[in-house]
C-alpha cells in the first residue's frame, strides 16, 4: 500500500511532472477517453462554515485550488479528454436562503461555473447533496437556480460516439420532501416521474453509464411499491456499463453486487489527483478504467494519471 505522504507529496509534485509529459496524439480508432471527477465542493468570500473536525474544514478551504488542480492535470492529458463528468457537489452549501442573491451577488455557483468553463472539454454536472438547502431552500429554487445559472436541468442524459451518459438525481424522491413520513436525507430516493423516465432511457439499450451522487448502498428500496432504481439496474446489467458515485468522498469498489459494475470515487476536495480516466470502445460497446490501478483503495488518494 501507498503511503498517505507519498499521495500527498504526488499531489503536489503533479502538475510539475506533466510538463515533460509527451503528446500522444487521438485515441486511438473507434475509441474515445473521457474524465469523472466528484464532489469540488467548491466555496466563495461568504463561506465562514466549520464543517465538524479540522480536517474537513481545512478540505473546504482548499477545495476550489485542489479542483482547479485537477482541471489543470485533466487538460493536459494526451489522447485529450471528449467531455468531463462531475457526480455532484458542484459546490458548498447556500450563502442565503433568498433567490434574488444570488443575482445580486458573486456567489460560490457562479464561481463553480468559472471552474468548469476552464476545461478545454465540455463538463457535465450532476446534483449532490450539498448542492441542494433543503427543507431551508425549496428544490424547486434550487433547480430555477441551475436553470438559471448554469443551464442545468435535474436529470438528464448525454449520448456521445454511440454511448449514453445519465446523470440521475437521488434527492427528488419522498426521502429528500420535508414533512413525508419517510424524509431521511441520509438516504437517496428518484420519485416515480425520474424512474420512469430513466427506464425509458435504459430501454434504448445503448451502452450507458450512470452517475449518481449517493452510492447505491445509500438509495431506498421499494420506493414504489416493487419499483426501484435497484430493481432498474439489475434488470438492466447488461446495459449498464457501470454506475459511478461519489459523496463518501474515497475510493470504494462494489463490483457487481447491485448488477453493473459500482464504483465509488474519492473527491478533489482532498486530492487534485481523484480523477479517474475511462477508455471506452465504440465497436466492441466496452469500456476500460485507465487510471484505476493508481488508486489508494479506502482513503481520498489516488497518484496522477499521467497518459502514458
Known amino acids: 500500500m501507498i503511503h498517505r505522504r507519498r499521495f500527498i507529496e504526488s499531489a503536489a509534485g503533479g502538475l510539475l511532472a506533466l ?23 467548491i466555496i466563495d468570500e461568504l463561506y465562514a462554515g466549520w464543517e465538524g473536525s479540522p480536517e474537513s474544514t481545512d478540505s473546504i478551504l482548499k477545495a476550489t485550488g ?14 485529450a479528454m471528449d467531455c468531463v463528468f462531475l457526480v455532484g457537489d458542484y459546490f458548498h452549501n447556500y450563502p442565503s436562503t433568498n433567490l434574488d442573491f444570488y443575482f445580486q451577488h458573486k456567489t460560490r455557483i457562479d464561481n463553480a461555473k468559472e471552474l468548469t468553463d476552464g476545461f478545454a472539454m465540455p463538463v457535465h454536472a450532476g446534483f449532490g447533496n450539498h448542492d441542494y ?3 431551508a431552500i425549496s428544490r424547486e429554487n434550487t433547480h430555477e437556480l441551475f436553470r438559471r445559472k448554469l443551464n442545468l436541468k435535474p436529470y438528464y442524459s448525454v449520448e456521445h460516439k454511440g454511448f449514453k451518459f ?14 413525508d413520513g419517510r424524509y431521511d436525507k441520509n438516504k437517496g430516493s428518484l420519485g416515480e416521474e425520474q424512474l420512469n423516465w430513466f427506464e425509458a432511457e435504459l430501454g434504448q439499450r445503448k451502452p450507458t453509464f450512470v452517475f449518481i451522487h449517493y452510492p447505491l448502498q445509500l438509495i431506498a428500496t421499494r420506493e414504489q ?28 469498489e462494489f463490483g457487481r453486487s447491485f448488477g453493473p459494475q459500482h464504483l ?3 473527491a478533489t476536495r482532498y486530492d487534485p489527483n481523484a480523477y479517474l480516466v475511462v477508455e471506452a470502445d465504440q465497436r466492441r460497446q466496452s469500456h476500460e478504467l485507465l487510471s484505476i490501478d493508481l488508486v489508494d483503495w479506502n482513503t481520498h488518494y489516488s497518484r496522477p494519471w499521467t497518459g502514458a
Do not use: C, E
Open 19 to 41: 510538463r515533460n509529459v509527451p503528446a500522444l496524439g487521438a485515441a486511438a480508432p473507434g475509441k474515445f477517453r473521457f474524465a469523472v471527477i466528484a464532489d469540488t465542493h
Open 66 to 79: 485542489r479542483a482547479k488542480a485537477a482541471r489543470t492535470m485533466i487538460n493536459a492529458l494526451r489522447p
Open 133 to 135: 438547502g433543503v427543507p
Open 166 to 179: 445519465v446523470h440521475l438525481n437521488n434527492f427528488l424522491g419522498v426521502t429528500w420532501q420535508a414533512g
Open 225 to 252: 411499491q416493487d419499483y426501484d432504481l435497484l430493481a432498474l439496474l439489475k434488470r438492466n446489467k447488461d446495459t449498464v456499463q457501470r454506475v459511478i458515485s461519489g459523496h463518501w468522498h474515497k475510493w470504494f
Open 264 to 266: 465509488v470515487i474519492a
